[in-house]
């Protein structure tokens, strides 16, 4: 295998758990390249009712180097407020000019100052984190990435301190970057049981993830990393698509800088077309309706990890107070650090690459923050758990 092709050749597992850490996750190579990027004040942009723009600019940053990689060479991570992707050395002036792109069309177009860093692996590791991964299959040709070692999250301290980060930082670039594909398109999607929950949880070593995940599980009634009918966001009475879409302006303004006209209509024609295929239930053009829908449900992010564990819930009030006591629980143990958001609703934003041959992939949110502010509530009591006493104590059941 070469380093080029790590990730593509990796075998890709159906079962999103990890019940041996040490075997199941494979350290990329010596020469491949850590990208990051996120939306400086995000925070600023949510309160201003915004945070479909700033999901918009995390898938972007995704879309943009697919566009120009082969996108089963890298594995990348969507956080809401931003996204990573680790490429090979390669790849990695292709990637870098792709997110330069986006770095400047989220100024130009959205007044949103995106900040970006490339960071080689080997930068991490002598920082003592690594970047371990695992490769998920969600349905045929389509895979999320499931990564461990603190990479990422020493790689996003990177990002954030201003003169760590000079080595690194990437400049806006003058070169639109290749957005084809990206869209979003469907209305939010409504609870069905009271609250949509989106919440980030790092266990205090990754060899206790799974001890954490079981015990979560026997308090929520099911396995939040198990395909249960139950987890699945985008499909039956959530899914709305509403004619024309709400956020076709905002697409176009974005995929479609020099031309916003252009980009509109092409997405009203699209939109028809799905519409059509949609409500009929037969196949226009490379769109099959049957399958794309099935995978739909399939192709999406709500369950991720990207050294902290990610996850995107529909729960009713008494699973809610149930995963807030567990997880108060275990964290004043010091057994894991975690944070949390609330809405009543998630957003979904779409990276169509090749629809005919079933590519795409859909990433989900809660609205009004969602796995922003749960970041902001995470780094909160991390910063907590760093300046007050340890603690040895272990929470039973």
Known sequence: MSAEDF??????????????????????????????????????????????DVNMVGAAVIAAVLNQVDRDRVPFVFGGD??????????????????????????????????????????????????K???????????????????????????KDPEAVKPYALAASSSDPVLSGLSCRWEPL????GY??????????DESLPEIIEGLAGKLGFNPLTDDERLRLAEGPRLKFRFPPRTLSLEASFSSPASWLKGYLMGV?????????????????PFDPKKYMK????????????????????????????????????????????????SDRALMTCFMQDVSNNQHIHFVDGADGGLSLA????????????????TSSSPAG
């Not at 949509?196 to 070593?205: E, Q, R, W």
């Open 190 to 193: 409504d609870a069905q049981n």
């Open 133 to 159: 991964v695992r490769k998920y299959r969600l349905s045929p040709g389509n895979h999320l990435a499931m990564i461990i070692g603190d990479g990422l999250l020493i790689a996003d301290r990177i990002l």
């Open 269 to 285: 024609v699209e939109s028809l077309f799905f519409m059509y295929g949609y409500y009929t239930g037969r196949r226009a053009g």
């Open 82 to 131: 931003g996204a990573v992707v680790v490429v090979p050395e390669a790849d990695r002036k292709l990637a870098e000019e792709a997110i330069a792109g986006v770095v400047a069309l989220a100024r130009d177009v959205l007044d949103l100052e995106l900040r970006a860093a490339a960071i080689p692996v080997t930068d991490i590791r002598k920082k003592g984190g690594d970047i």
């Open 295 to 342: 995978e739909l449900s399939l192709n999406t992010d709500h369950r991720k990890l990207g050294d902290s564990l990610q996850l995107v819930l529909d729960l009713t009030a008494d699973q809610l107070t149930a995963l807030q006591t567990y997880l108060e629980k275990f964290s004043d143990a010091g057994q894991l650090v975690y944070g949390l958001h609330v």
């Open 7 to 52: 990730y593509s050749e990796l075998p890709s597992c159906q079962d999103f758990k990890s019940d041996n850490i040490h075997n199941d996750f494979i350290p990329v190579p010596e020469d491949w390249v850590v990208l990051t990027a996120d939306i400086v004040r995000s925070r600023d942009a949510i309160n201003a009712g915004r945070y479909k």
């Open 196 to 205: 949509i929950v989106s919440l980030i949880l790092k266990p205090a070593t």
């Open 375 to 390: 970041a902001i509530d995470f780094k909160k009591r991390l910063a907590e758990r760093a300046v007050a006493p340890e």
